[in-house]
């Protein structure tokens, strides 16, 4: 899996992604926290019509390797939940940034994202781990 990361996304420390169009955000995780992940087995996700806050957890993922908490990059009400990816976890590596995506979220502030990283600054992160 080629790890890129989008310049149109904004990203988090903890791997997580927001797609913003118009007010809403596409939520996933990145190619790098795939990769780190291995095999994964098991996506647990908020339902329809749940708030998620920003910093806030809103979930789990889990691989052969590890369990790791999903952080909400944005805060908002949820309107699509990508149930494929529950159905079908081992699929999140095959595409992160397009069908592989986990929830739609309908936000209450853009400016919530400003403080999070740039593409640019996502890979320089990266690169030193």
């Given at each position: ?56 957890r809103f979930g789990t993922i889990e691989s052969v390797k590890a369990v790791e908490d999903l952080y909400a990059p944005i805060t908002g ?53």
């Amino acid at each position: 899996m080629a790890l890129d990361y989008p310049d149109d996304l904004k990203y988090l420390d903890s791997h997580e992604y927001a797609r913003l169009d118009g007010d809403i955000a596409t939520i996933g995780i990145t190619a790098f926290a795939i990769n780190q992940l291995g095999d994964i087995v098991f996506l647990d996700l908020p339902g329809m019509g749940d708030a998620i806050t920003k910093g806030e957890r809103f979930g789990t993922i889990e691989s052969v390797k590890a369990v790791e908490d999903l952080y909400a990059p944005i805060t908002g009400t949820i309107i699509e939940v990508n149930s494929d990816m529950i159905d079908e976890p081992e699929k999140i590596g095959d595409d992160p940034y397009g069908d592989s995506w986990f929830l739609k979220v309908r936000i209450q502030d853009a400016g919530e994202l400003d403080d999070a990283l740039t593409a640019d600054m996502y890979r320089s992160k990266i690169e030193g781990m």
